[in-house]
Nanobody, 126 residues
Framework: QVQLVESGGGLVQAGGSLRLSCAAS????????MGWFRQAPGKEREFVAA????????DYADSVNGRFTISRLNANNTLYLQLNSLKPEDTAVYYC???????????????????WGKGTQVTVSS
């Protein structure tokens, strides 16, 4: 079992920045590929960013590429998402997720993930 707790969300003006964190506990964090997903009101959950267990491979949704940065610090069992140049359309609940992995892979399909956090709200005002 892996427990995931997100933090760092809040209300920010368009153009602003936030840094989300996801603290993991339970099994060895470094054995998991990680991802960030988001869900806006009335919309389906969507992929935001993913990172391999080594941190050497990452991927981003086109809508956030160049503005968001995913990273991880395995020694601290923590996943991060730096959100820059925020737009009102980035407003959503952001979730982190973990998938057991044996290779240096990342995963963009949320259905493949084994564990999810409860989410943190990000609201961007115009």
């Amino acid at each position: 079992q892996v427990q995931l707790v997100e933090s760092g969300g809040g209300l920010v003006q368009a153009g602003g920045s936030l840094r989300l964190s996801c603290a993991a506990s339970g099994r060895t964090f470094s054995r998991y590929a990680m991802g960030w997903f988001r869900q806006a009101p009335g919309k389906e959950r969507e992929f935001v960013a993913a990172i391999s267990w080594t941190g050497g491979s990452v991927d981003y949704a086109d809508s956030v590429n160049g503005r968001f940065t995913i990273s991880r610090l395995n020694a601290n069992n923590t996943l991060y998402l730096q959100l820059n140049s925020l737009k009102p359309e980035d407003t959503a609940v952001y979730y982190c997720a973990a998938k057991s992995a044996t290779g240096n892979y990342y995963y963009t399909n949320g259905a493949l993930y084994d564990y999810w956090g409860k989410g943190t709200q990000v609201t961007v005002s115009s």
